[in-house]
């Protein structure tokens, strides 16, 4: 739960004397569509399904937490339709994107920045989009509650430790819930090298996985919502979680790593140009960690050793 959430005693007194209040929006969720490489259609069902699934991510309650409206979670939902199967069929991505606030600054982190490659779907205009945790209704619903869950996870992580469990295990349900889903993504074997939603919130929840978990807490509380006031510490303490993804890597649960590879793509531009500022043992500390453990971004982390000295 956030650090700046109502106490629990206040929630309890809000919920008595307001019934019928249990939970509200969490989600500050914009969300675009491009359908350019789609030609021929009539145009105006891109804007409907636009607004439709804007509508869903922010005004469905997803959990039972109270949120204020700034404590409301930023993310983007960007869908690129690339081919019209049928009168109410599309295939195409669908980006997630995850931002968080920067304690004291206004600075925001990115927490999430990846791309979901399989993504086939029915639209209505103007059929209502309606979640149900316990069935797989439609696999627009499902993929959409999935990410929302996944979203409020990673947040949730970065404030408590582990804090994101609850919706992690939301999100399993609906892979769960959706198996027998014609639609791909959902199961082990419909992806390249473990890269699907089975295989996130799977390795998300896996106990060897806890380190990554640890990291984000540890990075954003004792890392990055602390430059403001004492950056040289700051960088020690994320430098220092930089070793729980190192246990990790060096376990390898998994011989792709799903999780770890969405985490560092998501915070490698973040980690140099933090510790581009470093002092050169640390530099060479942290360089060391990341080429080990992103070895694709090797070139990239090379930039923090050449950077000048703060």
Known sequence: MKLLRFPEYYLIALLFFIPGIAGSQELNCNVQISAQQIQGS??????????????????????NQVFSYAERVDCNILINLTTQLSADEFKGTIQIQLRRPVFNTTYNSTMLN????????????????????????????????????????????????????????????IVTNAQNAPEPGWKPYDASRNRNRYWLVKNILEKEYEGVRQFIYEYDINGLDKMESKSAEARTSMAESLKLLQEVFRRKPDPFMYYVQIVMESKSDELINIFSEAFPEEKSRVVQILTEIDPANKAKYEKITSANIP
């Open 42 to 63: 009539n145009r105006e069902v891109f804007e409907s399904m636009q607004k439709d699934i804007y509508e869903f991510m922010n005004n469905t309650v997803w959990t």
């Open 114 to 173: 990846f791309i979901d490659n399989s993504f086939q779907f029915r639209y209505v205009a103007f059929q209502p989009l309606e979640f149900d945790p316990t069935t797989h209704k439609s696999n627009l619903i499902s993929v959409l509650a999935y990410y929302t869950y996944i979203i409020l996870g990673f947040d949730s992580d970065s404030f408590s430790p582990l804090g994101g469990t609850e919706f992690f295990q939301m999100a399993e349900k």
